[in-house]
């Protein structure tokens, strides 16, 4: 007797792929038309990507270019270009010799030119999709890479719509995602960004709740803002920033002694779990400020960012040299101002540094012009090497103004720099900035003098050094 295994049979359906497409499902999506690994005999290929959820059988569609070269292929059967896939057709389907990728079908009889050119994809008469690219006059130019549809839902028949592979190498070495996902498709969402970190009251005093704001942005979707901040050697506080107005955040800092040194960082996160931390690197480095009932005296004054004259006095106008910041001493006795440093906001391995010895009288003014020989100046005046850190931008700069490393005062300025004229302090001290044209003045500039009613030093005033802390973990 014999004994036979009877295995179950299993019926799979397979859904055909589908005929009868309309323009647009089927999209032109890469195009390597002029190869460097390999010759263009060789390398030359195109990539389709099909736009739907179903398999299109491309059989018997017509490939061709803008010079009436065409081919219509002919797989002996069924060649599907797979839901939300792709396909590539080459001039040769060996990668031992068309620089190292999988051809799913080659056509013969098109020549794709490294100038401008036409691809045409069709199906019977009607144009299911075409490009038309034009030697890098809208569309890339690309040599040894192909060029990419940047996001397959835009129109690929637009130049500003291409890029060329400058990420992904293949085969042989020459630039390309063929049967995959572009670079500019398939590259992960970055992290949020986070820009403008700042705090209310700048100067705060003990009675003062801070606020730090900020603004967040992201490819996708923002998650969740965080403040974390320390006061003292205290521990560390968390605080969930709330959605404020358009993309800025808000979270409190509750009131803190006198004295008392507050430290903080800011920590957004988006819905890809992507991270991003500001300061950059936090919890090592923070921003921060020192809570302070009474004024400090030392303030930046006046800022020229673009001399038109010669403002060092020296007989000589240079754009560097005659730029100047001057500092203003509102208090009753003078400071000491040894070892302390003045710069713009953007160097911050290129600070000026005070001799030791070096003091501002009381209700006096000390000025840091970029260079030059100063001359007819009467109390202290500093020259830098030629200019103030890497030189003060005329349409937006930032100069601080340090202690220990510490950030005692600062200013921010745009394209009101860029008038030929001082930005100042009206009064001095503690006034508002404003312009010399702005107040009808008819000067300039006035280093080493009064901008026009200078207010002296008080007590009673909340004011809080901005500072940025470098050092001291928040962890």
Known sequence: MRWFSILPIVLVAVAAPVRGASPGDIVISEIMQNPEAVSDTYGEWIELYNATGAAIDIDGWTVGDGASESHVVSNGGPRAVPAGGFLVLGRNDDPAVNGGYECDYAYAGITLSNAADRVVIREGSATIDSVAYDDGGTFPDPAGASMECVDPASDNNVGANWAECVVT??????????GAPNDPWGAPSGPPSIAGTQHEPAYPGSADTVVVSCQVGDDESVAQVCLYYRVGAGIAQLAVMSAATGTWYEGLVPPAPDGSSVRYYVCATDGS???SYDPAGAPAETYGYVVEDQLPTVIINEILAQPLGDANGDGLIEA???????????????????GWTLSDDDSPTDRFAFPPGTAIPAFGFLTLFGGGTPQGFTGP?????????????????GVELRREGELIDQH???TEGSHGESMIRLPDGYGDWTRPSLEDFDWDYSPQATNGGAVTWTTGKSWGAIK????????
């Open 273 to 275: 779990g992507g991270a």
């Open 468 to 475: 940025r802390l470098f050092g001291g973990s928040i962890e």
């Open 320 to 338: 560097y040299e005659d730029e100047f910041i001057e500092l203003y001493n509102a208090g009753a006795s003078p400071v000491d101002l040894s």
């Open 169 to 178: 190498a293949y085969g042989a070495g020459d630039y390309g995602t063929p």
């Open 412 to 414: 921010t300025f745009g």
């Open 381 to 397: 005046v500093f020259t830098d090497d030629g200019r103030i850190g890497n030189g003060l931008s005329n349409t937006g700069d």
